[in-house]
């Protein structure tokens, strides 16, 4: 059966961009027809200036709203990555095999630092080896695919380029995974600057709607979207950022293909209209599910301590596997094991 891994960060809300690029995905395709994991990256929010009270809320919240989003334990296996060590100590291996080069190259990673610096900030060397730790996320799990949106194509084609390479080097350990991205909406651009990402740690808050935005903020928010010059309606990502994601984004949560849909529509005001109630509508069951799950957090607690423990075990292999390849002398498991005498 293909094995799934995606991941979420908890370094701010949640936003529809994450629930169209990603969750919703998840939830309505990959957990049913694979064995699927996904993972609130704690770790990963810790790579930027964090507040260590707001980012366990984050990760609470971050799982609520998975399962709000129809992940079903029975299903998946939904966890923190903090709680499972495998991650963390596959990292460290994968250091030893990427390169700084590949590092620095990293658009995200150009970006952010030079976003930091601008602010007279200091660059954390994790945000520089974050890549290499998200590699690992993925390959502990012998993952075959990885749904992501598209913001995230390069750093699984590195987490490709790392397991071939360690494969070559030191014998096959590693399934090479590859990125798999929803046919629309797999960037959602931001509502007042359509050629930039609706991104969560961003603080331009009209531009993004949040998935648990109340329906009239959410729908006061696509109203007043950014569109083009001109007033025809028509599919073009590159001339009309705005219109197109506008589109896409109706597309999106209503079925429908952006090109044939830009033909239905004689205005924009129209096609804000619609696209807003599209949108108050797909979040709708979301935010209400997740109201329910906050009322028994007691559940959600027991999903993620299951979903640490399935998690581990299906880690430890594949990582214990890696350990030994690399050439690191297995630590004696009873008294007296004979390991200084074993073959390899
Ligand atoms: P992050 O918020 O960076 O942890 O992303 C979690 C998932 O949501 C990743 O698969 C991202 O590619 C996806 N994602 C985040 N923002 C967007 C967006 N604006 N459009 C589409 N997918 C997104
Ligand atoms: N880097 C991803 C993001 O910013 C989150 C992530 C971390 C991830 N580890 C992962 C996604 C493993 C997929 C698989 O969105």
């Known amino acids: 059966?293909?094995?799934?891994?995606?991941?979420?960060?908890?370094?701010?809300?949640?936003?529809?961009?994450?629930?169209?690029?990603?969750?919703?995905?998840?939830?309505?395709?990959?957990?049913?027809?694979?064995?699927?994991?996904?993972?609130?990256?704690?770790?990963?929010?810790?790579?930027v200036d964090h507040d260590p009270a707001r980012v366990r809320r984050l990760s609470r919240q971050a799982a609520t709203l998975l399962l709000a989003s129809g992940l079903d334990p029975a299903l998946?296996?939904?966890?923190?990555?903090?709680?499972?060590?495998?991650?963390?100590?596959?990292?460290?291996?994968?250091?030893?095999?990427?390169?700084?080069?590949?590092?620095?190259?990293?658009?995200?990673?150009?970006?952010?630092?030079?976003?930091?610096?601008?602010?007279?900030?200091?660059?954390?060397?994790?945000?520089?080896?974050?890549?290499?730790?998200?590699?690992?996320?993925?390959?502990?799990?012998?993952?075959?695919?990885?749904?992501?949106?598209?913001?995230?194509?390069?750093?699984?084609?590195?987490?490709?380029?790392?397991?071939?390479?360690?494969?070559?080097?030191?014998?096959?350990?590693?399934?090479?995974?590859?990125?798999?991205?929803?046919?629309?909406?797999?960037?959602?651009?931001?509502?007042?600057?359509?050629?930039?990402?609706?991104?969560?740690?961003d603080d331009t808050g009209p531009g993004i709607v949040y998935v648990l935005d109340e329906p009239d903020v959410a729908r006061k928010k696509v109203m007043r979207a950014v569109t083009d010059s001109g007033r025809d309606v028509v599919y073009d990502r590159e001339a009309r950022p705005g219109v197109a994601n506008l589109l896409e984004i109706l597309a999106a949560c209503s079925g429908g293909d952006p090109e044939a849909l830009a033909g239905a529509y004689a205005s924009y005001g129209d096609l804000k209209r619609d696209a807003a109630e599209a949108v108050v509508e797909v979040l709708r069951p979301v935010r209400e599910r997740h109201r329910e799950l906050c009322a028994d957090p007691g559940h959600v607690e027991g999903v993620l301590r299951d979903g640490a423990e399935r998690a581990r075990a299906m880690a430890r292999p594949t990582v214990d596997a890696a350990y030994r390849a690399i050439g690191l002398l297995p630590a004696a498991s009873g008294a007296g094991a004979p390991v200084l005498n074993a073959a390899r």
Not at 1 to 25: C, D, E, W
Not at 99 to 115: H, L
Not at 157 to 183: I, K, M, S, W
């Open 76 to 201: 998946c296996t939904v966890f923190v990555q903090s709680h499972v060590d495998e991650h963390a100590r596959l990292s460290y291996l994968l250091e030893c095999v990427a390169t700084d080069g590949e590092m620095r190259r990293m658009i995200q990673y150009k970006e952010k630092a030079a976003r930091e610096r601008r602010r007279g900030g200091s660059v954390r060397l994790s945000l520089l080896t974050y890549p290499v730790l998200m590699a690992a996320d993925i390959l502990a799990y012998g993952t075959d695919e990885v749904p992501v949106g598209q913001d995230q194509t390069q750093h699984v084609e590195l987490a490709r380029d790392l397991a071939v390479r360690f494969n070559q080097r030191y014998g096959h350990t590693f399934v090479v995974p590859r990125a798999t991205n929803p046919p629309v909406a797999a960037r959602v651009m931001n509502l007042q600057d359509p050629l930039s990402k609706m991104g969560k740690s």
């Open 1 to 47: 059966m293909t094995r799934v891994f995606s991941g979420i960060k908890p370094t701010g809300h949640l936003t529809l961009g994450n629930y169209l690029g990603a969750m919703r995905q998840w939830a309505t395709l990959d957990q049913h027809r694979s064995e699927a994991l996904f993972c609130i990256v704690d770790l990963h929010a810790l790579t």
